[in-house]
């Protein structure tokens, strides 16, 4: 298979431009397991905000007060304390969704489910206690979800982690009970642990394995890093010697990891990482657009900086995925 068009949908295989409404429902024909209230909610991710129609994700993740700390968190921006600043912001900058824990879920949901979509973070991890192979604890339920009417639970699992066979079985229970009410179900698929080096939590062949392992498990969405161009493994690191796989550019590490998202049959939305500087971030950005990733899902890179520079912000990230700049 051409590793150039190995991610492409068939129209664009075909030289074709699918209408906005067409690419979702390509998209959604992905997943035809799935009930009518799955596609449903899947659906008002990708037609939401700028990029509604586009096939494209700009979500804002804002779990960072309970796994980082909320004076690490918020104290750049005070603003961001309040729960309600998030969701009002989303919507003001044309962002697909917006994902938290339960608490911050809880204080806006009722002002903002039916305008916004919501993602509820089933799992949290705090700094409290140092330890190599992390678990995160199960905070909330697909029952909240449900009643505070998100359309997606979110879980994060860690391949690496001495623990992972029972995030990976927390995560099916969850995913089916999510799956049979109707909800959609986002996979954060970080490596990390004493089973891989620093170096591997971002190794390109790692990075793709964490995402075809969401995938295997039911994830609708997928979250991962974005990748170096390291490779962890002896054996993957001759595989891809074996294939002649390009893992020079963004553009190329991105299709590797789309095409192991079941040959971009899955939707992998890329985590923005820290606060960095503006230009770096939006050749990112243009490397995710180009090597067929679904977008991007960025917490400290939008809520760390004063509103109106972050509106500027992401209406620059919107604009490069719409192929505006």
């Known amino acids: 298979m051409n590793p150039e068009t190995a991610t492409m949908t068939p129209a664009q295989a075909a030289g074709e431009t699918a209408a906005p409404g067409g690419r979702v429902e390509e998209i959604l024909s992905y997943y035809p397991s799935d009930n009518a209230g799955t596609r449903t909610n899947i659906r008002r991710l990708l037609n939401h905000g700028r990029l509604g ?31 309600e600043y998030h969701p009002k912001f989303a919507l003001a900058a044309g962002m697909s969704g917006y994902a938290a824990p339960l608490g911050f879920i809880e204080a806006i949901a009722g002002n903002y489910s039916g305008h916004l979509p919501l993602i509820l973070k089933l799992n949290n991890h705090d700094l409290l206690f140092a330890e ?64 891989i080096t620093k170096d591997g939590e971002t190794a390109l062949d790692v990075i793709s ?33 074996e294939a002649g796989v390009a893992t020079e550019s963004v553009v190329d590490r991105v299709r590797v990891v789309t095409q192991a998202a079941f ?13 960095r500087g503006d230009e770096p971030f939006f050749d990112d ?41």
């Not at 004076?71 to 921006?77: I, L, P, T, Y």
């Not at 009970?177 to 109707?182: F, H, L, N």
């Open 53 to 83: 129609g586009t096939g494209r994700l700009v979500i804002l993740p804002v779990d960072q007060g309970f796994e980082h700390g909320p004076h690490r968190s918020f104290a750049v921006n005070p603003p961001a304390y309040d729960p």
């Open 285 to 325: 950005i243009r490397g995710i657009r180009d090597g067929g990733g679904f977008g991007s899902i960025i917490g400290r890179n939008t809520f760390q900086r004063p509103w109106d520079d972050s509106l500027e912000f992401i209406g620059n990230v919107i604009d490069i995925y719409r192929g505006e700049a």
């Open 132 to 195: 190599n192979d992390r678990i995160p604890a199960v905070t909330s339920s697909v029952e909240a979800a449900v009643r505070l009417g998100c359309v997606a639970i979110g879980y994060t699992i860690y391949p690496g982690s001495a623990y992972r066979n029972e995030m990976y079985e927390k995560l099916q229970y969850l995913a089916e009970d999510a799956k049979s009410a109707g909800l959609a179900v986002v996979v954060w698929s970080y490596p990390r642990g004493s089973g």
């Open 263 to 275: 040959a971009g049959k899955r939707i992998v939305i890329f985590s923005g990482g820290s606060k």
């Open 209 to 241: 394995y964490a995402a075809h392992l969401a995938c295997q498990m039911g994830a609708h969405i997928v979250k991962v890093k974005l990748p170096a161009s390291h490779l962890e493994q002896d054996k993957a690191k001759e595989a891809y010697v």
